[in-house]
């Protein structure tokens, strides 16, 4: 089993930047793909970035390229997300999430992935 714990989360104002963090226990991640994933009341969860089991390889999706950036330290066993010029769009509970596998291939529906953390609250006020 892995647990998944987020933080980072908070209000802020559109613009500014948070990097959330996902600290895993119960197992080294350095043997799973990982994954943020963001939900609004009434949504289904919407993918946001995953990154490979090395770190070799990250796709975001297409509402926060070039905004988003996922990282991982395996010898800290935590995930990061890097946030910047944050949209109240981009309000939402955002999710960590572990897949067990070892590749490159990029999994981007939420029921791949086998592990999932409680979530932290970004807001972002106008």
């Known amino acids: 089993q892995v647990q998944l714990v987020e933080s980072g989360g908070g209000l802020v104002q559109a613009g500014g930047s948070l990097r959330l963090s996902c600290a895993a226990s119960g197992h080294a991640i350095g043997n799973y793909a990982m994954g943020w994933f963001r939900q609004t009341p009434g949504k289904e969860r919407e993918f946001v970035a995953t990154i490979n089991y090395s770190g070799s390889r990250t796709f975001y999706g297409d509402s926060v390229l070039g905004r988003f950036t996922i990282s991982r330290d395996n010898a800290k066993n935590t995930v990061y997300l890097q946030i910047h010029s944050l949209k109240p769009e981009d309000t939402a509970v955002y999710y960590c999430?572990?897949?067990?596998?070892?590749?490159?291939?990029?999994?981007?529906?939420?029921?791949?992935?086998?592990?999932w953390g409680q979530g932290t609250q970004v807001t972002v006020s106008s």
């Open positions: 999430a572990a897949h067990a596998y070892q590749g490159t291939i990029v999994h981007l529906r939420p029921e791949v992935y086998d592990y």
